[in-house]
């Protein structure tokens, strides 16, 4: 399957059957991201793949320290109020994913329910947490944004779906604590990853894109 093909087919998954990807597919598929560009090479990344006990434990805590600490403390800078046409899409996004799990728009506590599921990975068997140096700022980002899909594209060819999530990122305290991540070194993100549980309705969500000419412009 080639990329366009992948690019056609692949969505954000929210539900994940309990079977695990093999340590030696994860270790292939891993070693072929490390090829992905990055700004002087430099290869920012630093990418903790837990499965397992591991995982159950940290979804575990995670789940707790959410509903606990109700207000994020992110590493990043995550506090964006997206305008115009960007809030536009945010909230056509959410339309199509509740309304695909038949969640009304005035039901606040299924709607709550839903959302704390991102720290629960929805069920996936691994979870891939992005991380990197504080001091890289954007550049980092930019660099983990880059090796983040490449990882993605080369799950799906190999028929494991994935979901970004930048809600991994908004309460990194556990993570550091179980890893013993340095303080100098910051969760940016995370992804969930398995395979796709079709009998769940979110995963029925599709988002449409804007048209090209809104987002590229070709300048002879």
Request: one cysteine or more; charged letters at 25%; hydrophobic letters at 40%.
């Amino acid at each position: 399957m080639g990329i366009s093909e992948i690019l056609l087919s692949r969505s954000s998954c929210r539900g994940f059957k309990k079977d695990i990807v093999s340590n030696e597919l994860l270790k292939q598929i891993f070693g072929a991201a490390q090829l992905s560009s990055s700004n002087c090479n430099v290869q920012p990344w630093k990418v903790y793949v837990v499965s397992g006990a591991k995982k159950d434990l940290l979804k575990k805590e995670l789940v707790q320290c959410v509903m606990h600490q109700q207000k994020p403390k992110p590493d990043f800078d995550w506090n964006i109020a997206y305008q115009g046409v960007h809030r536009e899409r945010q909230f056509g996004s959410a339309n199509v994913l509740y309304s695909a799990m038949d969640i009304p728009r005035e039901d606040k506590i299924k709607r709550q329910i839903a959302l704390l599921r991102n720290w629960s990975f929805f069920d996936a068997p691994h979870v891939a947490i992005f991380t990197m140096d504080k001091y890289l700022g954007m550049t980092g980002a930019v660099d983990l944004g880059i090796y983040a899909q490449t990882l993605s594209l080369l799950l799906e060819e190999r028929g494991i779906s994935s979901c970004m999530q930048g809600a991994l990122g908004q309460f990194p305290d556990p993570i550091h604590q179980m890893f013993n991540i340095p303080i100098e070194s910051g969760v940016l993100f995370g992804m969930s990853f398995g395979y796709a549980d079709d009998m769940v309705k979110a995963n029925e969500a599709r988002t449409d894109r804007c048209k090209l000419e809104d987002a590229v412009i070709f300048a002879d």
